[in-house]
């Protein structure tokens, strides 16, 4: 079974920084994408920064050079650390990894529980 265990989060005040991190476990094969999404309320669930299969990374343009994705292959983790917060950051964050291959390994695309990020003005 694929879990996406989601860790970080919290409250912080403008301006400051927090990370998350998000380890997949289950039988893999390999990741194809893996990386953060978000979704306020109100709003739909967006992008904010993923690894692609190729391993390049995509940042939407509201994190560019304050949010930094990183990985730790052995551990089939990501992190993101995020600096200068704002208000508008606030959100739950979504884990979200693309697993593929062959029977018996796990294929198809899952998400963690979310965590609550909220940055208070």
């Known amino acids: 079974q694929v879990q996406l265990v989601e860790s970080g989060g919290g409250s912080v005040q403008a301006g400051g920084s927090l990370g998350l991190s998000c380890a997949v476990s289950g039988r893999i094969w390999r990741i194809g994408t893996m990386g953060w999404y978000r979704q306020a309320p109100g709003n739909e669930r967006e992008l904010v920064a993923a690894?692609?299969?190729?391993?390049?990374?995509d940042y939407a343009e509201f994190v560019k050079g304050r949010f930094t994705l990183s990985r730790d292959n052995a551990k089939n983790t990501v992190y993101l650390r995020m600096n200068s917060l704002e208000p508008e950051d606030t959100a739950v964050y979504y884990c979200?990894?693309?697993?593929?291959?062959?029977?018996?390994?796990?294929?198809?695309?899952?998400w963690g529980q979310g965590t609550q990020v909220t940055v208070s003005s």
């Open positions: 690894f692609t299969s190729r391993g390049a990374i």
């Open positions: 979200n990894a693309d697993l593929y291959g062959p029977p018996p390994y796990d294929s198809g695309d899952y």
